[in-house]
């Protein structure tokens, strides 16, 4: 399962650069967001149909998850355009309107999740006996309308492309030919590496916490998956809807503050903060369930409402002796009732009523609990510092690059938080579950503080090229293009 959740994004790390390159060849943004808008539509619906395959489906699933990752790549053309099609002094804002719109789907989708959590496991049946609609495909059908509705807006009717920031470089220069205007001062490579570094360790760390959100809260809150789903769906809504306020503030600061230091210390300073938080300091440890046991009664309610014939012979009086201290039993002495609310109340919900971190979780015997305070303060605080961390990276990024084509750099940048998306699972898997809490959130810790210190001593590399104050306000255009009526006619309209 846990390729089959870094598919996705390993997929979209490895064909972000190559989207970026193939927006500079053709000039145009048009064609790959179509391309694919088209791929994602298809593996959207795919992936909601997973269930009429009767063989292979975990590697439909793959494979699924896979193109749905190639075709997120399409953001790495979009921050390109964003970059061509803007000038140096409204960067910021566009940065952080762009950003906003990506934010904006964390608050609709985990709220679509809770909306469709009442169709249940079942749903309704679309093809009787072949494909259902439940809370699991009605997401995917969603995302097939958008993507539908995605692709008009793209049409040449709709959508105009417009090369403003080739422009304002062409007119700097005095030069006639488009391409000449990509010729300029070489953009610092080791700030353009150090952003993308960045760019890795803030987006790993916001998506440690959303990764971890669901088992975090079952081992440590001791919540149900279904509650879980419910209340981090809410939680992740709300956070998200904070998240537009930080959006929104970041152009209006960065008049009156720099860039760079609002970025180390509001951005990369609070995330550390929460990493800090989040470290279980003292108290008692989670409560604990045993794995075998839940996997017994899970089994028993198989053989009693499914009719699955398992090889294995439950030791039904072993059970009882658990089930006593629950106050429940299985009737050893007569037939086993056929009602399925019987069954489940006798069974602890076929299990599912036990609660907590698995016995498998060794340390879960000795590290202290998270408290539900800790959680919340936690997330508030990255949900504060990471918007306006991610925004002023890729602004910093767009400027230290210039006005030269950014699909190929950009590609990388999107490649980086796309990488630190394969390694949350990973990290999951192999430090959460194996050594806790205290493990994770103290790695994680370090790594903010490293690049915290970094960012710190190389602070003055990170601040773009300074514009002159008349090219800021556009008063340039005007001295520059005296001549060239076509070129300053598109800016000044920019500017109303």
């Not at 870094?6 to 145009?28: E, H, Y």
């Not at 940065?95 to 934010?103: C, D, F, G, N, P």
């Not at 789903?229 to 209006?252: E, K």
């Not at 959460?432 to 210190?453: C, D, H, I, N, P």
Request: aromatic letters at 12%.
């Amino acid at each position: 399962m846990g390729f089959i959740v870094a598919a996705n994004p390993f997929a979209q790390m490895l064909f972000s650069p190559l989207v970026g390159w193939w927006t500079n060849k053709l000039g145009s943004i048009r064609g790959p967001l179509i391309v694919s808008l088209l791929l994602f539509s298809f593996a959207s619906a795919v992936y909601s149909c997973l269930e009429i395959f009767d063989h292979y489906v975990k590697h439909w699933m793959f494979w699924c998850r896979f193109l749905v990752g190639v075709s997120s790549a399409n953001i790495a053309a979009c921050r390109s355009y964003l970059s061509a099609a803007t000038k140096h002094s409204e960067r910021t804002k566009a940065v952080s309107m762009i950003s906003l719109a990506q934010v904006l789907g964390f608050v609709v989708g985990p709220a679509v999740q809770s909306a469709v959590v009442p169709l249940g496991d079942e749903g309704v049946w679309i093809i009787p006996q072949k494909l259902r609609l439940n809370m699991y495909t009605a997401t995917g059908w969603i995302n097939v309308l958008l993507a539908v509705l995605n692709i008009y807006f793209f049409m040449p009717h709709v959508f105009k492309e417009h090369m403003i920031s080739m422009k304002e470089a062409k007119q700097k220069q005095n030069l006639d030919e488009d391409k000449n205007s990509w010729k300029g001062p070489k953009p610092d490579y080791f700030a353009a590496w150090t952003l993308i570094v960045a760019f890795f360790v803030m987006v790993f760390n916001f998506m440690l916490l959303e990764t971890l959100g669901t088992p975090l809260t079952m081992d440590q809150l001791g919540w149900s998956k279904k509650q879980s789903l419910w209340y981090m769906g809410m939680v992740m809504s709300i956070g998200a809807l904070c998240s537009i306020i930080t959006f929104a503030s970041v152009a209006p600061l960065s008049k009156r503050f720099s860039e760079v230091k609002l970025m180390i210390w509001i951005g990369f300073l609070t995330v550390l903060v929460s990493n800090l938080a989040c470290i279980p300091y003292s108290g008692d440890p989670p409560k604990r369930y045993d794995v075998d046991f839940k996997l017994n009664l899970t089994i028993f309610c198989d053989q009693h409402l499914k009719n699955t014939s398992l090889d294995k012979v439950l030791d039904r009086e072993a059970l009882n002796q658990v089930l006593r201290g629950y106050n429940r039993s299985l009737e050893l002495n007569s037939t086993i009732p056929t009602n399925e609310t019987a069954i489940r109340q006798m069974t602890l919900d076929c299990g599912e009523d036990l609660l907590g971190c698995p016995s498998t979780q060794e340390w879960c015997s000795w590290v202290p609990a998270m408290t539900y305070f800790q959680f919340i303060f936690g997330y508030v605080l990255t949900v504060l510092g990471y918007p306006i961390g991610v925004t002023l990276i890729q602004t910093l990024f767009s400027k230290v690059l210039g006005s030269r084509p950014q699909g190929v750099w950009m590609g990388l940048l999107v490649g980086s938080g796309c990488f630190s998306r394969v390694m949350g699972p990973v990290f999951v898997t192999y430090i959460y579950e194996e050594f806790g809490t205290l493990w994770t959130f103290s790695l994680s810790s370090s790594m903010m503080a490293v690049m915290l210190v970094w960012l710190l001593n190389f602070r003055k590399r990170l601040e773009p090229r300074q514009l002159g104050k008349e090219e800021e306000q556009g008063k340039e255009l005007k001295v520059l293009v005296k001549n060239e009526p076509e070129i300053n006619e598109p800016l000044e309209k920019n500017n109303s």
